[in-house]
Structures are given as structure tokens and as C-alpha cells.
């Protein structure tokens, strides 16, 4: 059972390129969660735990290039390592979609990106989908849609 | 420092001007700011504050800034990073940046010093307020073994733009990578600047890729400026370029096409040829759309 709290994706210098939150909370406490994890999860060194605890949770979070995947987990729900493991799948389905996935391609197209999100993670923050197959068919059949809507309003 | 800066004030608006003393005759407009207060009275500080954060200048410049005695490391980083001829000018006009999604024009602008505290402590002065507000973004070449510049960033960080990248590039052969990523670790994280050490020789092929697949040497610069923000500056998407491209065929050829489409799906009878069929129109439609 996996139950997130929120995913931030962070750049190396601190700028925020995708927020998703998976519980009910203020623009102040979202403000807050925000400001304080991102320069404390920049200022750890590489061989530091990938684990920290903060607020009333944990805070799991992995490094990718120049991107930092920060995800809160409910302590005794969420398994840690399991919460690796998701932010990994979420950036391998990223990698197979865009093709080498690069920060320039997530700030171009973050609608693509908060799909596949949506697709792995329902909005209670509970993994939806862990193929990643599957995961890039439903994306991939939305693009189609998307194209042949396009197509019908040329035709209309 | 070579590039100094002049106000003209004309009516709401100032525009402000470099000169660079070493050639005199060159007048590079760098800017229209609007006045924050409407001029009344004197011209008094309070009245003439200039408001830098609206959103009214293009921040379209980037300086290329050495010692003089690496004047040759920087003529070799502009021709391999931004694939210049000409180096011998202080002020490129119209440099084309491009990338998969966007193309963009800025300036850039080359400089050297003889003595680094002594440029920023000219750069840092009030007078240059304008011209720091316009930089995207500094490159600054340097040694590591001979200075330490990192010491000088928080004199250079109190001054520049919040939006401003600055990227250190190290041009010492014996500095090691892993020297220069902890520079980048240790690093103040309070800056809300991008701020990067980098580690580039040309003659030494470096690695492509930390530990973490991060890009390194000059592809890493290439990706700080690809991801940079570029506050009010136009960006044209590359879908907008290809579009112009492929708009060869007139728009009354496109709708005869897409009829005679229509009757050609319709008349189909196997629906999965149909299928196929219209999925190969709408790749091709979907270029001109």
C-alpha cells in the first residue's frame, strides 16, 4: 500500500518544475513544505540517505541529471524503498516517452509529464499503474486523440 | 571594465546606452525602462527609481568575461559554445541560440580583466545597475589554481539580477572534476541564482557524465542556457519554424486536399484501411496545422 503525500520535481538550482500534491493542504503549508525541503535536499551531499524525516513524515527523495524527484510518504504506510523504486519507474517511463528525457523537455512539455504522473498515481497519492507498457500505451492513446480531435476540427 | 552606461531620459521612459571606451563611435542600446513615478518636481532619486522588476526590458545579453591572459581559451569557448568567427568585437549582435523547442536571439558581450575584484568591484557600482539588469547570464573563465573566484561570488551575488545564471568555467588542466563538484556542492544554496562551476580544456576530452547523468563541461553551459528563463525575450518555438517551412502549400490546395480526403475515407469499405488511412492524413495534416 502506497500512499504520497506530494511529488516536487526540483532543479539543481532550486527552481521547481512540477508539483503534484496527493493530500488536502493549505497554499501556506504547500508554501512552506516547499521552501524548507528544497534547500535542504540540495544541501545534502551525494553519499547522504536518500531518507529524512520531516514535519510529521518522511521525505524520500532521488537524483536524476540536474533534477531532483522529492516525494512525501506517510511513515507507517509507505515503504521507503518502494518509493525509490516509483520515482525511478516514473523517470524511465519519462526516459521512453521523450526519448533521454532532459530538464528542456519536461519545462516544454509538462502537460505530457503531469499525464504520465496521473496515469502511474492516482489523486490519492496510491500507485495506479506500475507498467510502464501500460503506462505509455494510455499516454500515447491520448496523443491519438488529441490528434484526431485536431483532425475532425479541420474537417468540421 | 570597458562597457559603460548612459542615461537619457525622454518623457516616462529612459533609455539608457554603452559606450565601450575603446571604441567610442559603438552606441548599443540596452534597454527602455519605464520610470516607476511619473517625473514632478525635481528630479530627485525618489522620483527617478527605475522599476527594474516590472517586466518591461528583455534580458538578452550574456557576458563572456576572462583575464587577459586567457583571451585565447575564450575566442576557442565562443567559437565551440556559441560558434562565433568574429571574437576580436566587444558586443555580438543577434547571436542565434536554438534548441529542439525554442530559437532565440541575444547579445553577447566579451570581456577581460586584468584584475577580477578590482571589474567587480566597477560591475557592482550603481552606475551598472542597468547593465546587470539586462544579463541573462555571466560565463566567467578562469583559473582555480590561481584564483580562487568562488570567494568573490558572494560580492558578485549581492548585485546581479535574481535572474541572472552565472557559470564559472575552469580552464586549468590539473583541476580535477571531482575538485570542481564540490565546489558546486558546497556552494551557498542560499543564492537564488543558478550558479555553476565547470571544468573545460579543449585538448582534454572530459567525461560527458557525473554519476548522476548530469552533462559536463561545455554541454553543461549549453544546458544552463537551453533551460534558462529568458524574461521578456521572444522565443520561437521550433513547431512555429517548421510550420513556416512547410507552408509552401496554399491553404486553398490544403482544403481540396482534405475534401477529396473525406470522399476517399468515405468510400472505403474496409474500416481498419479507412483507420490507417486517416491516421496517415492527420500526420500529414498535422504538419500544417
Known amino acids: 500500500m502506497t500512499q504520497l503525500k506530494y511529488l516536487i520535481l526540483v532543479s539543481r538550482q532550486g527552481k521547481i518544475r512540477l508539483k503534484k500534491w496527493y493530500t488536502a493542504m493549505s497554499a501556506s503549508e504547500k508554501a512552506k513544505i516547499v521552501k524548507d525541503l528544497t534547500p535542504t535536499i540540495l544541501a545534502r551531499k551525494p553519499k547522504m540517505c536518500n531518507i529524512i524525516e520531516y514535519s510529521d513524515h518522511k521525505v524520500v527523495y532521488k537524483r536524476y541529471a540536474s533534477l531532483f524527484f522529492i516525494v512525501g510518504v506517510t511513515s507507517d504506510v509507505d515503504n521507503e524503498l518502494l518509493t525509490l523504486e516509483v520515482i525511478h519507474r516514473f523517470v524511465e517511463t519519462m526516459d521512453t516517452y521523450f526519448g533521454n528525457v532532459c530538464e528542456l523537455d519536461i519545462?516544454?512539455?509538462f502537460n505530457k509529464v503531469y499525464d504520465i504522473l496521473n496515469e502511474m498515481i492516482m489523486c490519492d497519492g496510491s500507485i495506479a499503474e506500475s507498467s510502464r507498457k501500460e503506462v505509455l500505451h494510455h499516454v500515447t492513446v491520448m496523443d491519438t486523440m488529441e490528434s484526431n480531435d485536431n483532425l475532425e476540427r479541420v474537417l468540421s | 571594465m570597458c562597457v559603460n552606461v548612459y542615461f537619457l531620459c525622454h518623457f516616462k521612459f529612459v533609455h539608457i546606452y554603452s559606450i565601450c571606451e575603446n571604441r567610442g563611435e559603438k552606441r548599443?542600446?540596452?534597454g527602455r525602462y519605464r520610470i516607476a513615478q511619473p517625473f514632478q518636481g525635481s528630479m530627485h532619486a525618489k522620483n527617478t527609481k527605475l522599476a527594474m522588476n516590472a517586466p518591461e526590458y528583455p534580458q538578452n545579453k550574456i557576458l563572456v568575461l576572462s583575464h587577459h591572459s586567457h583571451n585565447f581559451l575564450k575566442t576557442q569557448l565562443l567559437q565551440d559554445l556559441f560558434h562565433c568567427s568574429t571574437t576580436s568585437v566587444s558586443i555580438i549582435k543577434d547571436q542565434t541560440w536554438e534548441n529542439k523547442y525554442y530559437k532565440t536571439s541575444f547579445d553577447l558581450y566579451i570581456d577581460s580583466f586584468k584584475d577580477l575584484p578590482v571589474w567587480i568591484e566597477e560591475f557592482v557600482t550603481l552606475e551598472c545597475e542597468p547593465l546587470r539588469n539586462v544579463m541573462a547570464g555571466i560565463i566567467l573563465i578562469t583559473d582555480n589554481r590561481l584564483m580562487a573566484p568562488q570567494e568573490l561570488l558572494t560580492q558578485f551575488m549581492t548585485s546581479v539580477h535574481p535572474n541572472t545564471?552565472?557559470?564559472l568555467v575552469n580552464v586549468n588542466k590539473e583541476v580535477e572534476q571531482e575538485e570542481i563538484d564540490e565546489l558546486n556542492e558546497n556552494r551557498c544554496s542560499s543564492f537564488t541564482n543558478v550558479i555553476e562551476f565547470i571544468n573545460w580544456t579543449r585538448s582534454k576530452p572530459t567525461i560527458n557524465h557525473n554519476e548522476y547523468g548530469e552533462k559536463l563541461g561545455l554541454d553543461r553551459v549549453q544546458e544552463i542556457i537551453d533551460t534558462h528563463d529568458w524574461l521578456n525575450?521572444?522565443?520561437?518555438?521550433?513547431?512555429?519554424?517548421?510550420d513556416k517551412k512547410s507552408k509552401?502549400?496554399?491553404?486553398?490546395q490544403i482544403i481540396k486536399n482534405l475534401q477529396s480526403a473525406r470522399i476517399k475515407y468515405k468510400s472505403m469499405e474496409n474500416s481498419n484501411e479507412a483507420d490507417a488511412f486517416a491516421?496517415?492524413?492527420?500526420?500529414?495534416?498535422?504538419?500544417f496545422l
Open chain 1, 107 to 109: 519545462i516544454f512539455n
Open chain 2, 28 to 30: 548599443e542600446v540596452l
Open chain 2, 165 to 167: 545564471f552565472i557559470v
Open chain 2, 233 to 242: 525575450c521572444k522565443l520561437q518555438p521550433i513547431t512555429m519554424i517548421m
Open chain 2, 248 to 252: 509552401d502549400m496554399p491553404l486553398e
Open chain 2, 279 to 287: 491516421e496517415e492524413i492527420a500526420e500529414q495534416l498535422s504538419e
